[in-house]
């Protein structure tokens, strides 16, 4: 696959936001800058990638922060599911409750839904609507790489007390939408290290019946 995964866990949630880019063009997109704007921006430039958008996986804090502030450096649209507008709308309140500082609400300029393509340089990938740890939730597909935000953990799953979350449709949309894909499929998640799918549905106690 001819594409680059750049993990580059930041803020006080060690998030891990992802730079992807075609090698042979250098075009690429961030996804999910939650926070430390200007490190971010400051890691595509020294890679050489040159972004032409930003795609987000869902809009929490944590994953959206930094979002509006790399938009504006690079002059790029914003993508993300429209369910998960008012969680974006929410940045401020959410800045809050967590005691950091206000964070800018980006735009989103462009609306996904399951099964839109998007294109890295001259590499296609897919969306996959995941709804369950927020009602817009998404994955993003590149061939046997696949970025599932908070949807799934190296041996857990995302939380579902949140706002909008629900734990039976996030566990459906896991079986559903993910582990259907083949056991070999990289999995990066949004916190923590990445795993495969195989892995997951084979030794995850959330998803194997060993944790009811």
């Known amino acids: ?48 990638v040159d972004v032409k958008a ?55 300029d462009l609306e996904l839904k399951d099964g839109d393509t998007l294109a890295v340089g001259g590499v296609a990938g897919d969306v996959i609507h995941t709804p369950g740890h927020t009602p817009g939730g998404v994955c993003f597909r590149f061939g046997d790489v696949i970025l599932v935000g908070d949807t799934l953990f190296a041996g857990s799953i995302g939380r579902t007390d949140l706002p909008g979350g629900s734990t039976r449709q996030l566990l459906t949309s896991i079986r559903d939408r993910l582990l259907t894909l083949p056991g070999d499929t990289r999995a990066l998640s949004g916190h923590g290290p990445a795993t495969s799918i195989g892995i997951e549905k084979e030794h995850n ?3 194997n019946g060993r944790w009811q």
């Not at 090698?23 to 430390?36: A, C, L």
């Not at 200007?38 to 050489?48: C, D």
């Not at 504006?72 to 940045?91: I, N, Q, R, S, W």
Request: charged share 20%.
């Open 54 to 108: 930003v795609y987000n996986t869902h809009g929490h804090i944590d994953h959206a922060g930094a979002a509006a502030a790399v938009c504006e450096a690079f002059g790029v649209k914003f993508a993300m599911h429209p369910a998960d507008a008012f969680l974006l709308e929410a940045l401020p309140e959410q800045a809050r409750m967590f005691g950091i500082p206000p964070m800018a609400v980006p735009r989103v």
């Open 205 to 207: 106690p959330f998803l």
């Open 1 to 48: 696959m001819p594409l680059k995964f750049e993990t580059i866990a930041n803020g006080p949630f060690q998030e891990n936001c992802y730079l992807v880019w075609e090698e042979e063009t250098k075009q690429g997109i961030f996804v999910d800058p939650g926070d430390e704007a200007q490190r971010l921006i400051r890691t595509a430039r020294f890679l050489g």
